[in-house]
């Protein structure tokens, strides 16, 4: 293997759901702390291999396929614990949950190698798992850093390879809380469109063609309350893609309030939110408004069907407070 990359390969076998997506595109999503383009480098270097040959960036991947991949080394890949405060919802012998505060990164990253949820867990947990490699101990799944809410940890690698299995055959069910732009013009709907990369921007994602990478993406939502020019809605996605319901909902016309990336703004005012003007000016949220809220899996040991709540954070309460009182 050329120099740099790790000693050891990666194995991984596709899952049906992943048919048709570029070989280079899959990695990416597998591997998140590595761009699209180091990815590239890597599979142009031959360091990737497809049932045991050399793959190619545009190869689309099918069901069953095994790879073989040997990484970027990332120093000794583990993460210093730091004695950070969690909000433990439910800890058992093979994972956690844990109700994630906005604004923290799940595990270290270009950019973030400290304060993230991965360095507390490492503080307050003597065993995590491995499954994900040294660099990630723990991680299932994901929430964006400025997401808040409801996430699932894995203790040992036996009841995280169980629970990820279950993400992976979308038997997780999820819910999340929204505070949108817009009123939606229907009380439920399902948004069915396909999600990938954005062509010119590397941090956003888009709605993109299916022959160009992306990937089937489902969110099912329903609208809770309706104000003046705002609404509550929850939000199912049905699949598990990168920023799938911050996208959807700007493709109907109705982006996450204060969403920065896919809605242009960072903030909210009293004052913007309720048409009382700039006299109103104290802020009410500073990140995107959108919570995870619930989430329902299978005891990965007794098969028991369990659900975890976490209520919304302050921002969220103190913005949903202001839209009762002034934006009827």
Request: proline share 7%.
């Amino acid at each position: 293997m050329p120099p740099g990359l790790s000693e050891t390969p990666t194995e991984i076998e596709v899952r049906p759901r992943a048919d048709g997506a570029r070989l280079d595109s899959y990695l990416t999503t597998r591997f998140p702390d590595f761009s699209r383009s180091v990815i590239q480098k890597v599979i142009d270097a031959g360091a990737v291999l497809v049932n045991g040959k050399p793959g190619r960036a545009s190869y689309k991947v099918k069901g069953g396929d095994l790879l073989r991949i040997w990484l970027p080394d990332i120093g000794d890949g583990t993460p210093t614990p730091e004695d950070i405060p969690l909000t433990i919802l439910h800890e058992d012998q093979g994972f956690v949950v844990v109700n994630k505060p906005s604004g923290m990164v799940v595990h270290p990253a270009r950019g973030n190698w400290a304060g993230t949820l991965v360095n507390a867990l490492q503080f307050h947990f003597d065993k995590l798992s491995t499954v994900s490699g040294a660099h990630r101990p723990g991680v299932i799944h994901r929430l964006d850093r400025d997401t808040s809410g409801v996430i699932l940890v894995g203790k040992d690698d036996r009841a995280h390879t169980r629970l990820a299995r279950q993400f992976e055959d979308r038997e997780v069910e999820k819910s999340y809380l929204a505070l949108v732009y817009g009123t939606p013009s229907r009380d439920r709907d399902y948004i069915e469109k396909p999600i990938g990369f954005h062509p010119t921007y590397r941090e956003k994602m888009a709605i993109r063609p299916l022959q160009e990478g992306a990937r089937e993406a489902v969110t099912f939502y329903e609208v809770l309350e309706r104000f003046r020019g705002h609404a509550l809605v929850r939000c199912h996605p049905k699949t598990g893609r990168t920023h799938q319901i911050r996208v959807h909902l700007t493709h109907i016309g109705h982006p996450i309030l204060a969403d920065k990336l896919y809605s242009g703004r960072d903030r909210v005012t009293l004052g913007e939110l309720t048409g009382l003007g700039p006299d109103h000016a104290s802020v009410l949220i500073e990140r995107q408004a959108l919570h995870a809220q619930t989430l329902r899996f299978t005891h990965p040991e007794s098969g028991q069907s369990l659900q975890f709540t976490a209520d919304p954070p302050e921002d969220i309460v103190r913005t949903l407070q202001a839209l009762r009182e002034h934006g009827r």
